[in-house]
């Protein structure tokens, strides 16, 4: 019985052990980015051009887990101006995620704005219409949020709950 009251002070200092962040002076190695294999015949095993696209957004995401977001978004960065529509769109979706992430929603704001003017087929435009909503919300255009959130719910009905939510945090915001 006296095991059982060591066990909580045993889990907790497990968990800050492993939870604890490293120190600024020492940064995670960055994640190693193997380049495609080839075969016997000296061709590659998948086109490279399919290829470092996804291999890039791969590494922007083990940077953002390691909390390297300002790395991540450099890495992203040049995915933005992707000739793929769907690659640019994900890219330009997943920079405003990170910046929203940094505290940075107007920055958020205009990369979400040229995401959506650049992409008619609206590709990630759901996503994209519904973060545009909360980083417009977050700098203070509640007009501007309410005018997204609505063509959101027009379009999708999945998140109707937080899109009722999200409306009257701006209509309980001063104009």
């Known amino acids: 019985m006296v095991w059982l009251i060591g066990l909580p002070s045993l889990v907790l200092s497990l968990f800050l052990v492993l939870r604890v962040p490293a120190p600024a002076s020492e940064e995670p190695a960055t994640p190693r980015v193997d380049a495609p294999r080839t ?13 470092e ?3 890039a957004v ?3 995401d083990d940077l953002r887990r390691l909390g390297q977001r ?6 992203l960065q ?12 994900e890219a330009g979706y997943r920079t405003a995620v990170l910046r929203m992430q940094l505290g940075q929603a107007r920055l958020a704001t205009g990369v979400l704005s ?4 650049r992409s008619p087929e609206r590709l990630v ?10 980083a417009r919300r977050q700098t203070g255009d509640c007009p501007g949020a309410v005018e997204a959130l609505f063509q959101y719910r027009a379009s999708n009905t999945l998140l109707q709950p937080y899109v009722s939510f999200e409306l009257a945090k ?3 915001q001063p104009i």
């Open 53 to 55: 696209p996804r291999l």
């Open 78 to 89: 040049p995915l933005v101006d992707h000739a793929d529509p769907a690659v640019a769109a």
């Open 39 to 51: 075969t016997s015949v000296g061709q590659s095993e998948s086109s490279t051009t399919d290829e």
């Open 125 to 134: 435009a759901d996503r994209a219409t519904l973060l545009l909503a909360i």
């Open 70 to 75: 300002e790395a991540s978004i450099a890495t």
């Open 58 to 60: 791969a590494r922007a």
């Open 114 to 117: 040229n995401l959506l003017a």
């Open 170 to 172: 701006c209509y309980e």
